[in-house]
């Protein structure tokens, strides 16, 4: 097999695979923890359910392991989201939380963008309401 033949690495491989991910969605949440309009939507005394959460979420996205399909199913966003009054101030505030946690990565600017732009477009797809 040539070089030129084997699979490209995967987004998630680009990144830095796990750690990477698990840094970011780490980051994200501390600032989570004490967002007055966030943290409200978090049932769980500790944020740490959430976090496996979004890490598994993500990693599988990316081309990781499939294990949040695993345990989870489809991910379903929009429909996972509905019970939670996601208005632009709260797809703003996740936004701000999610760009402090990615400029900690340190990701190659394309690498960067592509994330980004993932982020900023779920986020904008999650507004349910433009209602308090």
């Known amino acids: 097999m040539s070089p030129d033949s084997l699979p490209s690495p995967s987004f998630y491989e680009q990144v830095g695979g796990h750690e990477t991910f698990a840094r970011l969605v780490h980051e994200f949440y501390r600032g989570v923890a004490d967002d007055p309009v966030l943290r409200p939507m978090y049932p769980e005394q500790d944020l740490g359910p959430a976090e496996e959460r979004l890490l598994m979420f993500l990693e599988q996205y990316w081309g990781g392991p499939t294990t949040y399909g695993e345990r989870r199913g489809h991910p379903r ?56």
């Not at 632009?88 to 900690?104: E, G, I, N, S």
């Open 77 to 132: 966003l929009r429909m996972r989201h509905l019970p939670f009054t996601v208005n632009p101030d709260a797809r703003d505030r996740w936004l701000a939380h999610m760009r402090a946690a990615v400029d900690t990565l340190d990701l190659p600017p394309v690498l960067e963008t592509t994330l980004w732009d993932y982020l900023q477009r779920a986020a904008f797809a999650m507004v349910n309401t433009f209602e308090d």
